[in-house]
């Protein structure tokens, strides 16, 4: 059964010039791209995007970083979507994360870390529609 989640290819992988690497990573572990776009988050979305995290002390930072350049935006489909996509990016901390996941070959620290990946089908559905609208999703 196939199903979708969600990811941002981060400002700091865009920078460093990964997202090419990353999205070639991401089809070799049999995601479909169902949609893909470059975008600058505003403020106000990187606010609404992290909500769920606006309580914690890291969040205005979250939020700096996540609007420092340019990400990609991408919807993603196979089977087991959301736990094959944690298992491919890794621990949030690269330092912590397992040899040959991406956050442990691009991620620079616990905050720039590479990538974005929904932590629940829930959450995927969520973050999906805050990007696209189903009609742009193929």
Same mark, same amino acid.
């Given at each position: 059964?196939?199903?979708?989640?969600?990811?941002?290819?981060?400002?700091? #992988? @865009?920078?460093?010039?990964?997202?090419?690497?990353?999205?070639?990573?991401?089809?070799?572990?049999?995601?479909?791209?169902?949609?893909?776009?470059?975008?600058?988050?505003?403020?106000?979305?990187?606010?609404?995007?992290?909500?769920?995290?606006?309580?914690?002390?890291?969040?205005?930072?979250? @939020?700096?970083?996540?609007?420092?350049?340019? @990400?990609?935006?991408?919807?993603?489909?196979?089977?087991?979507?959301?736990?094959?996509?944690?298992? @491919?990016?890794?621990?949030?901390?690269?330092?912590?994360?397992?040899?040959?996941?991406?956050?442990?070959?691009?991620?620079?620290?616990?905050?720039?870390?590479?990538?974005?990946?929904?932590? %629940?089908?829930?959450?995927?559905?969520?973050?999906? %529609?805050?990007?696209?609208?189903? #009609?742009?999703?193929?």
């Amino acid at each position: 059964m196939s199903n979708r989640t969600f990811t941002i290819v981060k400002p700091d #992988s @865009v920078r460093k010039g990964n997202f090419g690497k990353i999205i070639s990573r991401l089809e070799s572990e049999g995601f479909q791209i169902l949609g893909l776009k470059k975008t600058s988050l505003s403020q106000k979305q990187a606010q609404g995007f992290y909500a769920v995290h606006r309580e914690r002390p890291f969040f205005s930072g979250l @939020v700096e970083y996540m609007t420092s350049g340019p @990400v990609y935006v991408a919807a993603l489909q196979r089977d087991n979507a959301v736990a094959h996509l944690r298992k @491919v990016m890794g621990a949030t901390d690269p330092a912590k994360a397992d040899a040959g996941t991406i956050r442990k070959e691009f991620g620079e620290s616990i905050e720039q870390n590479a990538i974005h990946g929904s932590d %629940s089908d829930e959450n995927a559905k969520i973050e999906i %529609s805050f990007f696209f609208a189903e #009609s742009e999703l193929l």
